[in-house]
């Protein structure tokens, strides 16, 4: 089986706390994605995370929060995923050092088991905030969409000195309607909390330049390294459990098969690619 090395994409092995503050350069990423642990519950490789209480939890995330800061260029964007329930939080400490320009909300169609006794959840918040609100990324051309209102009736902006149909393409406003990952999908791996691959399409496109440095805090399945690297971005992704590790050297094709056509991953060969990627 061959390894290969694959310099722009750096897997890494590890605890965030540690590997953002011995690996990671200040003032080097241009673009940060954090997708962490939301402290509900969830196993992750059968281990539950779930902190002793709500301060502890905060005082963790306001820790990896710092370290970002000081990772982040000046001219870097931030996005933050949690539980609804622990965004004000991050919301209101990031508030003297980012500028947030938007509150996002994701949401999705119902799957499985819906809420009886009260009103389910089904969307989660991403904050979006930027270090120098008056020099910083965004690609509004690259993330258009057909816009649902007045172009789609043919209707007339009478507002304009010269009245014109309204422009067909827009904008995203901060509601976003993207399906979940399911079971099936192409990109579907086994990963209780895999985000898809259209979100971070968007983030990318619209924070990042081809050649940019892009960081995910919490890799997983390592969606934003795939998509990272399909749009020609730079990436370091940082991931605790060696299980979901295979996953990244698999989708971002650091194995190839074997003669039996079958890609053969243990952690021997985990650890020959980190170290590969390590030196670069
Ligand atoms: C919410 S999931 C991220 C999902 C990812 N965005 C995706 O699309 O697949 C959080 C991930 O963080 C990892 N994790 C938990 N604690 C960590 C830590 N201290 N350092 C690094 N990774 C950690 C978990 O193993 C889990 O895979």
């Known amino acids: 089986m061959k390894v290969r090395k694959f310099a722009e994409n750096k897997i890494i092995l590890g605890d965030v706390i540690s590997v953002l503050d011995d690996c990671v350069e200040d003032g080097s990423i241009d673009l940060i994605f954090v997708d962490p642990p939301y402290n509900i519950g969830k196993k992750f490789n059968g281990k539950q995370q779930k902190w002793n209480s709500d301060d502890e939890y905060i005082k963790w995330c306001y820790q990896w929060l710092d370290l970002c ?19 004000p939080y991050i919301d209101i400490y990031l508030r003297d050092k980012v500028t947030i320009l938007s509150r996002i909300v994701w949401y999705y169609d119902s799957s499985g088991v819906q809420a009886k006794k009260y009103f389910g959840s089904l969307y989660e918040p991403i904050l979006f905030g930027v270090k120098d609100q008056n ?18 009736r043919k209707l007339i902006d009478y507002r304009k000195q010269n009245p014109t149909v309204y422009n067909s393409k827009k904008v995203p406003g901060n509601v976003w309607y993207i399906p979940r990952v399911r079971y099936k999908m192409a990109e579907y791996r086994n990963h209780p909390t895999q985000k898809p691959e259209a979100l971070l399409e968007r983030i990318i496109k619209a924070s990042s330049n081809p050649g940019d440095l892009i960081i995910d805090l ?17 990436s370091i992704s940082i991931e605790v459990e060696a299980e979901y590790i295979k996953l990244g050297l698999e989708r971002l094709n650091f194995v190839s098969e074997d003669k039996s056509n079958k890609t053969i991953l243990n952690n021997q060969d985990v650890q020959l690619s980190l170290d590969l990627n390590m030196g670069n």
């Not at 020099?135 to 789609?152: L, M, S």
């Not at 919490?218 to 730079?234: D, N």
């Open 135 to 152: 020099n910083y990324t965004f690609n509004a051309e690259e993330i258009k969409i057909e816009a649902q209102t007045g172009a789609v």
């Open 69 to 87: 800061m000081r990772k982040l260029k000046n001219t870097g964007s931030i996005y933050i995923m949690a539980a609804t329930q622990y965004m």
């Open 218 to 234: 919490f890799a997983g399945t390592f969606t934003t390294s795939v998509v990272a690297q399909r749009l020609g971005r730079k």
